[in-house]
């Protein structure tokens, strides 16, 4: 079986549902890891013309599973499976020419055996029309055509092929041919979670949980699901299922103001989350360390239509593309009602902070911890603002220090292009 992974797609799967008894005992005995009995069985069955087998056996030769790798063998045996009538002899041919096996590469070649492999009615056309709807999707001996590539998909789903639902799933949460259609894609992805092919339900697991964390409640017993379905994909070996639940336990500890949680939240999805709740990003950019030298590790944006009352801009910072520093400036006024407004509220929700200063005579200033992240209320004694801020301390001495690397090296590299003035 070749297996590829890409933007959680399961690639050029070729091992099929299985029809014939031989076929079927021979998969059993591959699930229980007993490749050698699979071998035998299958050509065993082979040897008496059951092109099924010898289609199965040919995967074996094109692998290396048990066998040396011979792929004049792997070709023979599932060019007469296609000639035959056999659609997984035709698939794996394609996977021949789309992999460069045997053959130069050839992807306008590999989507014709392919596509006569999805409308033989035999063996293996599920993972014919699967490998149809990826070629179409990726673009592989044929323009991208999202409409199509479902098509194909849906096609592989129905006849039983579970990957293929996942990745109707991943068109439908995308909105790829139509509109998104979230519902629609949690759908496909239970059918893949609930599959019996490991690839696919771990791959549906994921997607499944992970879609639903950034749609569902957050309640706890929407959290559970969420954790168990994740915990599945992980203990299959999935790793992004696991990165997903640190995220999720990190995202749980630390504050996260309009879903924003530093530490944890990427730029795209901030950039996501700034679009869905209809805010304006104004200006955006590197930091600035010094004149004109910047900083292209660490990124700022102005957002503009933040619901806070009192603000006057706010500031979100990434530092390698995940959010480092929120920084609010919020209208103050002399009796500084603004930071003691805000001081409640956080003192609320967060518990008596570590420190605390009364903006009497002198400056004021509130800071919190929660789950790692720095929670700071600062106001001037003479201002007209105060700055309410939640920063990453760990990202922001990274990006303290990247600062002092960069600057370093570009000031090293003006003074190298004086040297002949």
């Known amino acids: 079986m070749l297996l590829r992974v890409l933007l959680a797609l399961v690639l050029l799967v070729s091992n099929a549902l299985a029809e014939s008894p031989e076929v079927?005992?021979?998969?059993?005995?591959?699930?229980?890891?007993?490749?050698k009995e699979a071998y035998k069985i299958l050509e065993a069955s082979c040897k008496t013309g059951n092109q099924e087998s010898c289609a199965s056996l040919g995967e074996f030769y094109m692998n290396g599973w048990e066998v040396k790798r011979d792929l004049d063998k792997a070709y023979q045996l599932l060019s007469k499976a296609c000639s035959e009538g056999i659609a997984l002899g035709c698939s794996d041919i394609g996977i021949m020419y789309m992999e460069g096996l045997k053959f130069s590469k050839d992807p306008k070649k590999a989507l014709k055996f392919f596509l006569k492999a999805?409308?033989?009615?035999?063996?293996?056309?599920?993972?014919?029309?699967?490998?149809?709807?990826?070629?179409?999707?990726?673009?592989?001996?044929?323009?991208?055509?999202?409409?199509?590539?479902?098509?194909?998909?849906l096609k592989s789903c129905n006849l039983g092929?579970?990957?293929?639902?996942?990745?109707?799933?991943?068109?439908?949460?995308?909105?790829?041919?139509?509109?998104?259609?979230?519902?629609?894609?949690?759908?496909f992805y239970n059918i893949a979670c609930l599959s019996d092919d490991i690839t696919a339900k771990k791959v549906g697991c994921y997607n499944l949980g992970?879609?639903?964390?950034?749609?569902g409640k957050k309640d706890e017993e929407s959290l559970k699901k969420v954790t168990e379905l994740l915990s599945t994909s992980c203990n299959l070996g999935y790793q992004a299922a696991c990165d997903e639940l640190k995220k999720i336990s990190l995202t749980k500890e630390r504050p996260s103001p309009f879903g924003l949680t530093v530490g944890v939240t990427t730029e795209d999805e901030f950039k996501e989350i700034v679009k869905n709740k209809?805010?304006?990003?104004?200006?955006?950019?590197?930091?600035?360390?010094?004149?004109?030298?910047?900083?292209?590790?660490v990124t700022g944006y102005k957002v503009a239509g933040l619901p806070l009352e009192k603000l006057k801009s706010a500031y979100f910072w990434f530092f390698k593309g995940k959010l480092m520093k929120i920084d609010y400036r919020l209208e103050e006024f002399m009796d500084k009602s603004t930071f003691y407004m805000y001081y409640d509220l956080l003192k609320n929700k967060y518990g008596t902070p570590l420190s605390y200063k009364k903006p009497q005579v002198s400056e004021g200033r509130a800071l919190w911890k929660i789950g790692g992240v720095e929670i700071?209320?600062?106001?001037?004694?003479?201002?007209?603002?105060?700055?309410?801020?939640y920063t990453d301390p760990d990202l922001y001495s990274k990006a303290a220090e990247s600062d002092r690397a960069v600057y370093e090296?570009?000031?090293?590299?003006?003074?190298?292009?004086l040297e002949g003035i």
């Open 278 to 297: 209809g805010w304006q990003i104004v200006e955006s950019g590197y930091r600035v360390i010094k004149n004109d030298i910047s900083n292209p590790d």
């Open 210 to 215: 992970k879609l639903l964390y950034k749609v």
């Open 161 to 187: 092929y579970t990957p293929g639902c996942n990745n109707v799933g991943i068109i439908y949460e995308r909105g790829l041919v139509a509109k998104k259609d979230i519902k629609k894609a949690l759908n």
């Open 24 to 35: 079927q005992k021979a998969m059993t005995a591959m699930k229980s890891g007993n490749l």
């Open 376 to 389: 700071e209320l600062y106001c001037p004694w003479v201002t007209t603002t105060t700055y309410l801020s």
């Open 409 to 417: 090296e570009q000031t090293k590299k003006k003074a190298k292009s």
């Open 118 to 153: 999805c409308n033989r009615n035999s063996f293996g056309q599920e993972i014919g029309c699967y490998n149809s709807g990826l070629a179409f999707f990726l673009g592989k001996g044929v323009d991208t055509d999202y409409s199509k590539a479902l098509s194909f998909f």
